[in-house]
């Protein structure tokens, strides 16, 4: 087990499984086709990234160093927290982009119910992301530590 | 943040509990992202990149209705992203059917939203909307707030204006508040390049392809481009600006970029030149064979890599006056060479609807028409994302709509080969 410790963007504890993406998350390549054809798993439809395409993204914990692409971005990962289809936490290596921060605080300030919490810890380190694996167990606790096992 | 009495009465209620809700957005967005104060939008109108009515954003269009319904709209009237449907596209039954009862269903009752949010006029749909035809160019120095990530690296690179790569939503959200927070491209340090791009091509390079290059190595950070005006010359004249145009685009899709400079070209790199650039900022060579490199890389996902393509788009993002009219004289050139009368793929060229009005009253128009091209104002990327667009063999010059879909990318002389007829 191995602990990081990085910044709260939005706070919460949970446990979930990683999934890692190496490169930059394309979030509207990612989750259009699952929240616009009822995929309650939300597999991932990005077919340019190799790390995630076809892999379930709700209910886990996504790693990735940022999001990049389309502007929508941040309206995407807001609709992915109103229908209830987000990961159980995002995890950025780096400091969080414009764009997923933006969906981040959209949900924060204008969503409300248990179902719709995302913890997001950002500045996490490349150690981070060259350490967790698909499959790992991720356990966020108080204070922007999160555990690696 | 250090909020001015005005803010932070706002913030407090002073203009309603909707209101108050929009400001701490804007807010915590800033805060974010360090940023210490908010500072006036002052463009003329703003750009809101959400304009299709896909039932996916049931969540969006609940928000857009309590702005509504609580009297929140901005002073400043703004375009929006290009329409998802147009019917002078091709498409099957099927597809039809998917279009307008499923995935566009709610098309109408948004489109009526943002009329009531204010936008400009019922054809203010363009991810182009700074062009001369659809009158929402801002002015050197102009603060925004704007998403669509194309029309921002435009706006800050050729115009010299300032903004963030904000997300839909933030956007309608900072023009409302008649504020944004002052962080990264708003400010002048945020605005220095961190990468030196040295364009050493033998050939001017394909504005799509070194803009992608470009974005995936630099992601979200600024590049000064030198050597690139070997190619383009030190003037925006309408070529240059339609080159930086798909050049900017492919930057900010395949990667994350905001704002490039290009050395003795645009606004910021005339005036200030290597000031712009960053101490330690880091060295990225593109020559022919990086360029090869980085085209031979794009993964062709289609189920048969050898498919007859069924489509061609071009126009991702719309293309321009400048572009159609040259556009034109290509394909009839090619045409003839290769002993054809119309096009061998059904082929769309898409464009803004005020620039289509105005192509439509040159001698282009109807040239164009005669080689059965087809000129639409949809958005492409809209139009292939779903499952049945996806599974279509596709071809495109724009590296923006090969990120987000499965079209296949080719180079401008490619696809003219291949929609023309040629080589057999």
Redesign the interface.
């Known amino acids: 087990m191995k602990a990081f410790n990085g910044r709260v963007v939005a706070p919460g504890c949970v446990t979930a499984e990683a999934v890692v993406s190496h490169g930059g998350l394309n979030t509207l390549a990612s989750f259009q086709k699952a929240l616009q054809f009822g995929d309650k798993k939300a597999t991932c439809g990005d077919q340019n990234n190799p790390d995630l395409y076809n892999k379930e993204l709700a209910g886990k914990a996504l790693c990735l160093p940022q999001t990049i692409g389309s502007t929508t971005g941040g309206l995407v990962l807001y609709c992915a927290c109103a229908m209830g289809r987000q990961p159980a936490c995002m995890l950025f290596s780096q400091p969080i982009d414009s764009l997923a921060g933006a969906g981040v605080i959209l949900a924060d300030v204008w969503l409300e119910g248990d179902n719709v919490a995302m913890p997001v810890i950002d500045s996490l380190g490349e150690e981070f992301l060259s350490y967790v694996k698909d499959g790992m167990k991720i356990t966020i606790k108080d204070g922007g530590i999160v555990e690696v096992e | 943040m250090i909020l001015t009495e005005e803010q932070k009465a706002i913030l407090e209620g002073s203009k309603g509990e909707v209101m108050a809700?929009v400001m701490?957005?804007v807010i915590?967005?800033g805060e974010?992202?360090g940023a210490e104060k908010l500072v006036p939008v002052t463009s003329k109108y703003n750009h809101l990149?959400?304009s299709f009515g896909?039932?996916?954003?049931?969540?969006?269009f609940?928000?857009m209705q309590k702005l509504i319904d609580a009297g929140v709209v901005s002073e400043q009237k703004f375009s929006a992203d290009p329409r998802p449907l147009d019917p002078n596209v091709p498409k099957n039954f099927l597809q039809n059917l998917i279009f307008n009862k499923f995935?566009y269903s709610k098309q109408d009752f948004y489109e009526d939203q943002l009329q009531k949010l204010g936008l400009m006029d019922k054809d203010a749909f363009s991810c182009a909307c700074y062009l001369d035809e659809m009158g929402n160019k801002p002015e050197m120095g102009d603060v925004l707030s704007w998403?669509?990530?194309s029309a921002?690296v435009y706006a800050n690179s050729v115009l010299g204006a300032r903004c963030?790569?904000?997300?839909?939503?933030?956007?309608i959200m900072g023009s409302i508040v008649g504020y944004v927070p002052a962080f990264?491209l708003v400010t002048d340090e945020g605005r220095k390049a961190t990468w030196i791009v040295e364009v050493k091509t033998s050939k001017k390079p394909e504005a799509q392809l070194l803009g992608s290059a470009i974005g995936m190595k630099v992601?979200?950070d600024v590049p000064y481009v030198k050597g690139l005006d070997t190619w383009l010359g030190t003037e925006l004249d309408d070529a240059a600006c339609a080159y930086l145009k798909d050049f900017g685009a492919a930057t900010a899709?395949n990667?994350?970029v905001g704002l490039y400079h290009i050395d003795n070209l645009t606004p910021e790199a005339k005036a200030q030149g290597e000031a712009l650039i960053a101490e330690g900022a880091k060295v990225y060579v593109i020559d022919d064979a990086e360029l090869q490199r980085v085209y031979d890389n794009y993964?062709v996902?289609w189920k048969n890599p050898d498919a007859k393509p069924k489509l061609c788009f071009m126009g991702c993002p719309h293309m321009s006056l400048e572009q159609l009219k040259s556009w034109t004289d290509k394909v009839e050139a090619a045409l003839k060479e290769n002993g054809n009368k119309k096009v061998v793929i059904p082929t769309v060229f898409t464009a803004a609807p005020k620039v289509i009005e105005a192509f439509e009253k040159t001698e282009y128009a109807a040239r164009l028409r005669a080689t059965g091209v087809i000129v639409s104002y949809i958005c492409p990327l809209m139009y292939m994302?779903?499952?049945l667009c996806?599974k279509m063999p596709v071809i495109t010059s724009s590296n923006k709509l090969r990120?987000?879909t499965?079209a296949r990318y080719y180079t401008d002389d490619e696809i003219l080969v291949q929609i023309t007829g040629g080589k057999k």
């Not at chain 2, 963030?164 to 956007?171: A, E, K, L, T, V």
């Open positions: 809700k701490e957005t915590r967005y974010l992202f990149v959400t896909l039932k996916m954003m049931t969540p969006v609940d928000l995935m998403a669509e990530s921002v963030n790569r904000n997300s839909g939503i933030i956007d990264g992601m979200e899709s990667g994350a993964p996902i994302n779903n499952p996806g990120t987000y499965t």
